[in-house]
């Protein structure tokens, strides 16, 4: 199969050493730097980023980034007097849920649109630079945390093993790296390709993702990388919609806004009873391997 990005670029996905494919070709820095500047970054509403969000909407938002902030504290044993980063932080609700759960946050990113969006009082917390490059900084300055985070990260860089080994560098001994992924190449998706429900592998999207992973895929990559998932989240998975013919939101895209409100409403549900029962919840999606992305909580394989 191919794929073209804006009618110049043809992709095609190939397997890449464990756990996970990628496209090929790679694109380059540069090729990256003139995309992400032009269509994806800061002024431009994505998936992941939006200029305004519905009430529910942003409190699941704020629900799933205080649920990855309880389960940092719970490996860490508490998050007094202990620190967090996170890269490429995009709005800053997660920053904003690891302060309230008493961390002491840091953040980078390429820019601050979407937290000056959401998240303003965070702004003295953070630094716009290109994430890789203040990792490789922080190593060398020895600057380590306690906890890293990674949401929406390893699938859109050009060498995802370079990056989890940059983590690596700068956790502490104890430390843990959340990783949130799109679960791609998954046995729900790959189910609905067999049976026809939906007509492409609608998630190969290069260049905006160029990395893919499934819950058990991102197992063996984080062991082949010097790490151990230690905990694993999942969420809602929205794509049990495309089995309906009338919830298919990937033949009738107008029915996709009220799958997504219906999976907000359920994830909000679950949060009420708690936030021990809420990542027990989660857990068990992930374990199913059927939740549309995870969270993968890794500590450094000794």
């Known amino acids: ?167 690596r560098q700068v956790l502490t001994p104890d430390g843990v790296a959340l990783v949130t992924l799109p679960n791609d190449y998954s046995e729900i998706q790959l189910e609905l390709r067999q049976r026809g429900d939906v007509d492409s592998d609608y998630w190969f999207a290069p260049p905006q993702h160029l990395h893919y992973f499934t819950v058990d895929g991102f197992a063996r990559f984080a062991t082949e990388n010097g790490f151990k998932i230690v905990d694993l989240l999942g969420d809602f998975p929205i794509e049990l919609f495309l089995f309906h013919p009338a919830s298919n939101y990937s033949r009738h895209p107008e029915a996709g806004k009220d799958a997504h409100r219906a999976r907000v409403a359920v994830d909000l549900l679950l949060a009420r009873r708690g936030l021990a029962s809420f990542a027990d919840a989660s857990r068990a999606l992930a374990q199913l391997g059927l939740s549309r992305t995870f969270t993968a909580c890794c500590s450094v394989a000794r």
């Open 1 to 167: 199969m191919t794929d073209t990005v804006n009618g110049a670029i043809p992709f095609e996905p190939v397997i890449e050493g464990e756990g996970y494919r990628s496209a090929s070709p790679i694109p380059s820095e540069e090729e990256l730097a003139a995309f992400y500047a032009k269509v994806y970054f800061q002024a431009v509403p994505t998936s992941t980023f939006s200029h305004s969000y519905e009430k529910d909407e942003l409190a699941n938002k704020r629900e799933r980034a205080a649920l990855v902030a309880y389960v940092a504290a719970q490996k860490l044993g508490g998050a007094s007097g202990r620190s967090l980063l996170d890269v490429g932080f995009g709005e800053g609700f997660e920053l904003a849920a690891a302060r309230a759960a008493g961390f002491d946050v840091h953040g980078v990113d390429f820019g601050l649109h979407g937290l000056r969006s959401f998240n303003p009082e965070l702004e003295d917390r953070v630094e716009a630079q290109d994430p890789l490059s203040a990792l490789g900084r922080y190593a060398a300055e020895s600057r380590r945390f306690d906890v890293c985070l990674l949401k929406n990260v390893l699938e859109h860089v050009r060498d995802p093993v370079a990056t989890l080994a940059a983590v």
